[in-house]
């Protein structure tokens, strides 16, 4: 005969209890039920587990011994329903995100802060890489997500759009074009311009528009971020391009943004991996995604 878990489960709550009664009442069962399980793991086990003292029921040193193994069974048992419910509950699971610089301080903690309300226990890391290509390269290699602007040519990324929005002109408040209707490259002739880092896609719309203008600019002022573009124009330093989704006076009360012509269409995207498939973390953070920005583009 094989020793079962109920047999267990009995003879781990007579030692404790000490009466077939206080065990059966425990168990649920019957008295008769909780002697026959008793009888049965006696017989599987080949030695008297239980001795009558009185009114109780005294365990032999075979039960005894018998019990201590039994205990340290039940807390490795103990450990996997704890394992289990970590992994049901993400406690201890990292997703990985990596995001342009303009994106990191805009769009990611805003999708970080979302997903946190719903799986509180996840521990997130976000990376920031300076171009689209290198987020796309990083997502294929090791990033569960990327935040940036798709190139389209790689077929193994998937996208989801985040926000579509079109470039508009920063400037200082107190500038003499801030009370325009529209600017145009040609507005901006001979005007120190705070551009973003080479690599950026948006960065190559901008210079476009402004060759196709014939336009110089005087770009003496560089930076990754749209934040720190923001407190450049702010401070002065000159004017700018970004995009409308960024709410530049929120960031800086002493910007204005004016819409610009040509019109340059801006879009966030979340990037991933289709070589690989997602984990049940991945797949919630991107059904979150999904929920909270729906793709225009289905």
């Known amino acids: ?27 649920g069962i019957s008295q008769p039920a909780v002697s026959r399980l008793i009888s049965d793991l006696e017989k599987s086990a080949g030695f008297k587990l239980f001795q009558r003292i009185g009114r109780k029921l005294e365990p032999t040193l075979e039960a005894r011994l018998l019990a201590e193994e039994v205990a340290q069974s039940m807390a490795g048992l103990k450990r996997i329903e704890l394992a289990a419910q970590n992994i049901r509950d993400f406690n201890h699971v990292k997703l990985r995100l990596v995001s342009t610089p303009s994106f990191a301080s805009t769009l990611a903690p ?49 996208t989801h759009e985040l926000l579509s929005t079109e470039a508009v002109c920063l400037l200082p408040k107190a500038h003499k074009l801030a009370g325009e209707k529209s600017i145009s490259p040609k507005d901006l002739a001979g005007e120190n311009f705070v551009s973003y880092f080479e690599g950026s896609i948006f960065k190559s719309d901008i210079d476009k528009a402004f060759n196709v203008a014939g336009v110089n600019r005087l770009t003496h002022y560089e930076s990754k971020t749209t934040a720190a573009i923001i407190g450049m124009v702010g401070a002065g330093l000159g004017v700018s391009i970004i995009g409308s989704g960024f709410g530049a006076g929120s960031f800086d009360p002493r910007c204005v943004t004016v819409p610009f012509t040509p019109a340059i269409c801006y879009k966030a995207e979340v990037l991933w991996s289709t070589q690989r498939s997602l984990s049940a973390i991945q797949n919630e953070f991107l059904n979150m995604v999904k929920e909270e920005y729906s793709d225009k583009n289905g």
């Open 1 to 27: 005969m094989k020793i079962t878990f109920r047999q267990i489960d009995a003879f781990q709550t007579l030692i404790t209890s000490g009466t077939v009664t206080k065990s059966a009442s425990l168990l």
């Open 110 to 158: 805003l999708l970080i802060e979302k997903f946190s309300k719903r799986h509180p226990n996840v521990h997130v890391c976000l990376d920031i890489q300076s171009d689209d290509e290198r987020i796309e390269w990083m997502v294929l290699e090791n990033q569960d997500f990327g935040i940036a602007v798709s190139t389209g040519r790689n077929h193994n990324i998937a």
